[in-house]
């Protein structure tokens, strides 16, 4: 029998990989010019905090964990979202000890149980940044700055920004009333999800696709905040407007996770099915204490790279990634077979990328196995060659041949390659 992978997982192929390496390059460089420094935690962690930390009544604690025991009666689950993990390992390294607040970046796996389809999977992976320690509005617009740069970078067009304010705690428990007045008389028209959703989380009613059309002069949470958060808002509005980054406020935006405070924030994107959301994040200024720590505000986001993908191939968008290798070696006849292994291994520490045959190729099939690479030069060496120290070395480009002492091939090659280099960047 053959084994096939699990439902709502992928092996990322060579082929492949080079466009995560790329995305995740770039997200690694936006972190690294926003400040933010990689914290890497747990793939698992103790059920509870999750439970704790996302909330007991939503469709990730509720319907979507991987949650096991594990050998020694602990009830472990596999990490949904990155914030959980990241704000425990903050309160227990104790990082709100340090002179400045934390600024922190994650690159890596996620896993809910979800029905699996293009953009949504069982096993996915998320960049996100969480900022901790600081309820200025300001960093809000950071956070969300950060993200739409990430975009642009990776070369995407089209994202728009939505942004809304979940208040707070006492705010929600008002407005739900209100929500509820509002929605009771049409409970038995909506949906299944929606009647349910009353009884458990009302606000994530409104964020329905099916009734939206029902929702018409249903009340806003934004009529419902406090001089506070309404201040808190405009500023991070403010703040966007400075940026330039544009943006929509829209009052139904509800995330699926219970620790939003304040400021909630999608990035969505038309090109993946039915699915528009690529991103998403906010404030959670209770969920260091929920945790176990000291009361400390925090914002973040997270991005998924798999609909960050599948989005750049929709829109054509093709980084130069296949740079080629610099150099395929070719050795003929048996004395150059004996000086090929010391010639590659110099090339390679030198810095140039190499290649050579292993499979007892003829010539013809060499040079085709060099195009095949995309070769920048091939390097020859034959008797001829060897009885002069020399090396033929052929630019794949030009078509041009050249000798070149052997000693001094890295040199040469490299000295043409940043020719080449400049040559282009001065057109
Ligand atoms: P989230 O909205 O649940 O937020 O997930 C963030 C992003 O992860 C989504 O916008 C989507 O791109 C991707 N994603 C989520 N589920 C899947 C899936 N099943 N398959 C593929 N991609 C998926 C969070 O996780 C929060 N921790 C974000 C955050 C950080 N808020 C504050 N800090």
Known sequence: MAFQKPPGTQDILPGTVEAWQFVERTARDVCRRYRYREIRTPIFETTELFQRGVGETTDIVEKEMYTFTDRGDRSMTLRPEGTAGVVRSYVENKLYGEPDIAKLYYIGPMFRYERAQAGRYRQFHQFGVEAIGSGDPALDAEVIAL???????????????????????AIRTAFRAKLLAFLEPMRDRL???CQSRMDRNPLRVLDCKTDQDKFEGAPSILDSLDEEAEAHFARVRECLDAMDIPYRINPRLVRGLDYYTH????????GIGSIDTIGGGGRYNGLVAEVGGDDRPGVGLGIGLERTLLLLESQNVRPDLDAGVDVFVIGFGER???ELPGLIHRLRASGLSAERDYQGRKPKALFKAADRLNAKFTAILGD????????????MGTGEQRQVPAAELAEVVRQILNEAKKGNENQ
């Open 191 to 193: 949906c299944k999800d």
């Open 263 to 270: 400021t909630a924030f999608e990035y969505k994107a038309q």
């Open 147 to 169: 993200g739409w740069q990430f975009y642009r970078e990776v070369g995407l067009s089209g994202i728009t920004v939505e942004i809304n304010s979940v208040g707070t705690p």
């Open 336 to 338: 150059a077979e004996r």
């Open 384 to 395: 001829d060659e060897l009885d002069r120290s020399e090396i033929g070395l052929k630019d």
